[in-house]
């Protein structure tokens, strides 16, 4: 299961389109709340995809968010209340992440949407998977 989560409308339905255009079937978790814009606009897809076609979808995903991140920065940020970050469990359930939309402002400006999911599944693995030893120690 893939999950991809916008904060704006424009990348959101944009991407949509482009899944529709690909014929990739998908669904939405949540609905846009135009009045509030408080929650997440989530996207998800159940197929597996093949590599290539994963790869154009993560492409296109990676642009999105690039207009997404420059949308939501071009509104007031004492307009937007809440934000988060999807994280993904090892069991397979997703969880968002509440996060100060300040805090998510800067650490878009300077992380991709792939470095920050690194850095977040790094944080989940250590949690999940505890590993006392010192990183010294960690690759013997």
Do not use: W
Not at 34 to 47: A, F, H, K, P, V
Not at 50 to 63: G, H, R, S
Not at 101 to 116: G, I, N, T
């Amino acid at each position: 299961m893939l999950d991809y989560i916008f904060f704006h409308l424009t990348p959101y339905q944009a991407f949509m389109e482009f899944l529709q255009d690909l014929d990739i079937k998908f669904h939405q978790s949540n609905e846009y709340q135009e009045s509030t814009e408080e929650q997440g606009l989530m996207i998800i897809i159940d197929q597996e995809l093949e590599d290539d076609l994963l790869e154009k979808v993560e492409d296109y995903y990676d642009q999105m968010m690039d207009l997404n991140g420059q949308l939501v920065s071009a509104h007031d940020e004492d307009e937007i209340s809440n934000a988060g970050i999807a994280v993904n469990l090892n069991d397979g359930h997703m969880v968002m992440a509440r996060l100060e939309p300040s805090l998510v402002y800067k650490v878009s400006s300077v992380l991709s949407q792939d470095e920050l999911m690194t850095l977040v599944n790094a944080v989940v693995d250590a949690v999940e998977n505890p590993d006392d030893r010192p990183l010294c120690k960690v690759d013997e």
